[in-house]
């Protein structure tokens, strides 16, 4: 059976109509997927259902972790039902409604889902659709659900396209009835790892988390940066989540093009130093959409969110709804191993934080990654049961290889989504020696170590107790 391809800096793929059929989502595990994301904001349960199910069989097959993440839809405005794409032009006057103006006007009438619209803007403000493919002015509004507009560019208006309002706030809320709906299919589900879009403010995060609590859902949540607030709260937020997406489609519609790539240096920079897995995402190889080579801008666009300090990075529509998904994971996995190559990427500077509630066990891992180093390890181990040891050892970048053992199984998958990490299930724990022992055995037998190899792990003591890690044990492979 082949081996699936191996990288520190994970791949997350979109699904997709394109990756449907399981024998190519098969090919794109083993070209190097560790994620596949499932964007609610298209299709429904049932497909996302298949998807699910198809990965989990995948995963018993190969012997794969690949991990499960729901991408909520958030308060997206949207262009309503047209029976067909409004054709405009510059200067065109036209009405955003979300009522009938039948028989009250000659001016085009563009339907829209967006309650609050009229009341979010005013005239002078900009509204875009489809990304600012289509760039209005607002010129009148009645503050209850009707808008004038002035076509400033654009040629067409068509369904279901997405509408922004770049620097305004919106007063929806930042998790609509259909999220709410759609995290609890996502408990049922068990899935891994869960995206918040739209996140404003460290609230929107905690009520996410409080309403999984309820629900008894271990699921991960990762706060998408796309808005404005969210950048003024950027750092509480960081803080607040289990990992954090710098979604740059939506993040450069709502702030001015050019400062996207100081922002996302800023956000990787900003998880870097919390601790916080991070991923890059949209348009990353936007031209393999079409064409089975990316552009050298790409390329080096990848290459450069690696060395940002990036976990992971996304495909989009290169999965989704691409021609070449196949030749897509492979390219994204070629440039990242050559980028892995550069050794700006391990060892983040930083010391954990002596004011933390969790210091002790933070500098355990910092020094066991610090120790690797030194002693040239050939393999760092960690044994958790929350899963948070893995989130330690990752945080530090250490150029050792890193696995994880742990007995709960419904972090295993969750797992592989963090930089450098390899999870495996093992659940027996009889004495800390037996274990060390055992672990260096089974990764002799993967081929992973060698004998006469040396082996930094951390455990915590006793073993039964699930402690926060407190010991540190070097180790040659017998």
């Known amino acids: 059976m082949p081996l699936p391809s191996y990288n520190r800096v994970k ?31 298209h299709g429904t349960w049932d497909d996302h259902r298949h998807f699910i199910e ?40 036209i009405y955003f409604s979300t009522h009938s103006l039948a028989g009250l006007t000659d001016l085009p009438v563009v339907p829209v889902e967006y309650e609050t619209l009229a009341r979010d803007v005013s005239p002078g403000d900009v509204v875009l659709v489809e990304d600012g493919r289509v760039q ?17 560019a654009g040629d067409r208006i068509a369904s279901r396209k997405g509408i922004n309002l770049p620097g305004r706030p919106i007063s929806l809320p930042t998790l609509s009835e259909k999220d709410w709906e759609d995290l609890l299919e996502a408990a049922r589900a068990q899935v891994d790892w869960v995206a918040v879009s739209f ?3 460290p609230r929107d995060i905690q009520e996410v988390r409080a309403f999984l609590r309820r629900l008894g859902a271990p699921m991960r949540i990762m706060a998408k940066i796309e808005r404005p607030e969210a950048l003024h709260n950027l750092e509480a937020i960081v803080a607040e989540s289990d990992g954090v997406m710098v979604a740059r489609g939506d993040l450069g519609v709502e702030i001015p093009l050019e400062q996207v790539p100081f922002w996302q240096k800023r956000i990787v920079s900003t998880c870097n130093r919390l601790g916080k897995p991070v991923v890059v995402a949209t348009q990353m190889l936007e031209s393999m959409i079409h064409q089975p080579t990316p552009t050298r801008a790409e390329v080096t666009d990848v290459a450069n969110a690696v060395l940002d300090g990036a976990d992971a990075v996304m495909l ?3 999965t989704s709804v691409g021609a070449f998904p196949i030749e897509t994971v492979r390219q994204m996995q070629s440039i990242l191993q050559e980028a892995e190559k550069d050794p700006r990427i391990y060892r983040l500077p930083g010391r954990p934080d002596p004011a933390s509630p969790t210091y002790h066990s933070d500098a355990v891992c910092w020094t066991a990654c610090t120790l690797a180093s030194e002693v040239e390890a ?14 330690q050892l990752a945080r530090w970048r250490p150029h050792t290889d890193i696995f994880i053992f742990t007995p709960n199984p419904r972090i295993l998958n969750g797992l592989n989504l963090l930089w450098g990490v390899r999870a495996y299930y093992y659940r027996r724990h009889e004495s800390t020696y037996y274990t060390i022992q055992d672990t260096l055995h089974i990764l002799r037998d993967m081929g992973h170590v060698n004998r006469g190899d040396t082996v930094i792990i951390t455990v915590s003591m006793p073993l039964r ?5 407190n010991t540190l044990y070097i180790a040659q492979v017998p």
């Open 199 to 201: 996140v404003r403010t």
């Open 378 to 391: 050939k393999a760092l181990v960690g044994l958790t049961y929350s899963g948070y040891t893995a989130f």
């Open 11 to 41: 791949i997350l793929a979109t699904a997709g109509p394109a990756c449907q059929d399981p024998a190519i989502l098969r090919r794109l595990i083993l070209a190097g997927v560790d994620v596949l994301r499932l964007n609610l904001s």
């Open 136 to 152: 209005l002015e607002v010129l009148e509004t009645d503050r209850k659900g009707t808008v004038k507009l002035r076509v400033r």
């Open 54 to 93: 198809a990965v989990r069989r995948l995963n018993l097959e190969l012997g794969t972790r690949v991990a499960l993440l729901v991408d909520l839809q958030g308060p997206k405005m949207r262009v309503g039902r047209l029976e067909a794409p409004l054709n405009v032009r510059p200067g065109d006057e």
């Open 316 to 318: 989009s529509g290169e």
């Open 465 to 469: 107790a699930r402690l926060r890690t």
